[in-house]
């Protein structure tokens, strides 16, 4: 007979491997690893503590009393990733297709309600089909605990979900409202009503990745912020993700130290971004040249590729980087560009992250589809979280900056700390060639040559309006910088504002405009 400690280990062996080796060959089988294997990839090697692993559920009926199994489908607990706290909760998909039931809820609850009070980030590896049918409402009512907490921890820790598997409905709400969402392609899906459904309802036929696989929430929905091969790459982007985040909105993010110089000059910059307006460029390369050793995470790098949004890091210090994308739509702002950039400000200001924005902008998008799909009401997003925006903010115009879409990316009018420019700068209501056809309209129509006119009146709003020391002689612009010392002008700035503390008015929170 065996002792009661020896009992406890060989239970607790059977759970850590599963009671159902077949269910786990089919795993494999998928290209999948198991629930353990993956918070072992997840987390630092020998720190996971789990809590609850003996639950079972209660329910009766449609044969449940006789399926009890132990974690009841979700693996919780915490541990450490880079020596630092994180709490996570895995669904195993061996055990009711890791649908949601009542004990399954309740673990979830109480680890989601243990990362708010310790403060610290919360990850999610989702597998699981959805809230379990033969519990019926209460598995339903086990979600709208999760929403409520999703909510509640939104801006306070940083919340990270993984899919890596079919996700369908109450499943998929929960990583919506959180900070990220991973995903794997072929193995994962999101959607709130599956392939089945679509067609009973539209008739129409559609596979689960082609309904909502992960290069489409990557690039076409925008659900999807970062989207990878297998599962071993994703969530080693996980754990480097948390790596730039902050463990709470009471906390900076981790600062490392580099061997690249704060004061390195950036010769490349002179040659990489051309002085006509007209020819596009790679921002990413702007970016690499003046981040620490070239590295940064994009962040829903193939959606609304228009606008970069990225984490990186300078002189060691987490920033969090918005850049117009020359090399697509010319960079401009248009809806989904505008959603993109406004999410990634506010996720910046909720966790403390200083914010560099990189300015080459024509202007907004025009166009009839643009106006009546709300380009007014979503540019307003990324123009209100700016504006509510209270981490330190440095804008860089590089070469363009038109219109609206000058006032939106975070100019001095807006709050932003400082403002520098390149001497490429252009600032104005609009292009030269624009401008004048409005201004000239008359003087343009009248000319024996309105040609000829056209360009005279172009070259002289450009000399009055447009030269690059405009904006400067009005305190519009802090300096005109040689763009070699731009990474060392900006770590400068960035440290001197570490101190920055500003307050917004008393409420209950904003109303912005969705």
Known sequence: MLSGVEELVALKQVIAEGADAAATQRQRDKGKLTV?????????????????????????????????????????????????TVFVYAHDFRIFGGALGEAHAEKIHKIMDMAIAAGAPLVSLNDGAGARIQEGVTALAGYGGIFTRNTKASGVIPQISVMLGPCAGGAAYSPALTDFVFM???????????PD???????????????????VHAETSGVCHFAYDDEETCIAEVRY????????????????????????????????????????????????????????????????????????????????????????LAGVLDIEASEKAARFVQMCDAFNIPLVTLLDVPGFLPGVDQEHGGIIRHGAKLLYAYCNATVPRIQLILRKAYGGA?????????????????????????????????????????????????????????????????????????????????????????????????????????????
Request: proline letters at 6%.
């Open 36 to 84: 353990r294997e993956r918070i072992d990839q997840l987390l630092d090697p020998g720190s996971f503590q789990e809590v609850e692993p003996l639950r079972r559920h209660r329910a009766t009926g449609f044969g449940l009393e006789r399926r009890k199994p132990h974690t009841d489908g979700v693996v919780t607990g915490w541990g450490t990733v880079e020596g630092r």
């Open 184 to 194: 794997v392609r072929e193995t994962s899906q999101m959607f709130i009503t599956g």
């Open 197 to 215: 459904v679509v067609k009973a309802v539209t008739g129409e036929e559609i596979s689960q990745n082609g309904l909502g696989g992960a290069d």
């Open 241 to 328: 993700l948390i790596s730039l985040l902050p463990q709470n909105n009471r906390e900076t993010p981790p600062a490392e130290a580099t061997g690249d110089p704060a004061d390195r000059r950036c010769e490349e910059l002179l040659d990489l971004v051309p002085a006509d307006g007209n020819r596009p460029y790679d921002m990413r390369a702007v970016i690499r040249s003046i981040v620490d050793d070239g590295e940064h995470l994009e962040v829903h790098e193939r959606w609304a590729t228009n606008v970069i949004v990225t984490l990186a890091r300078m002189d060691g210090q987490v920033v969090g980087i918005v850049a117009n994308q020359p090399q697509s």
């Open 406 to 514: 000058y006032i939106v990316m975070d100019s001095r009018s807006v709050g932003a700390d400082l403002s520098y420019a390149w001497p490429t700068n252009e600032i104005a209501v609009m292009g030269a060639e624009g401008a004048a056809n409005v201004i000239f309209r008359r003087q343009i129509a009248a000319a024996e040559d309105p040609d000829a006119m056209r360009a005279r009146m172009v070259k002289e709003y450009k000399a009055e309006l447009m030269h690059p020391y405009y904006a400067a002689e009005r305190g519009l612009v802090d300096d005109v910088i040689d763009p070699a010392e731009t990474r060392r002008i900006l770590i400068r700035s960035l440290a001197m504002l570490r101190t920055k503390h500003a307050e917004l008015p008393s409420r209950k929170h904003g109303n912005p405009p969705q």
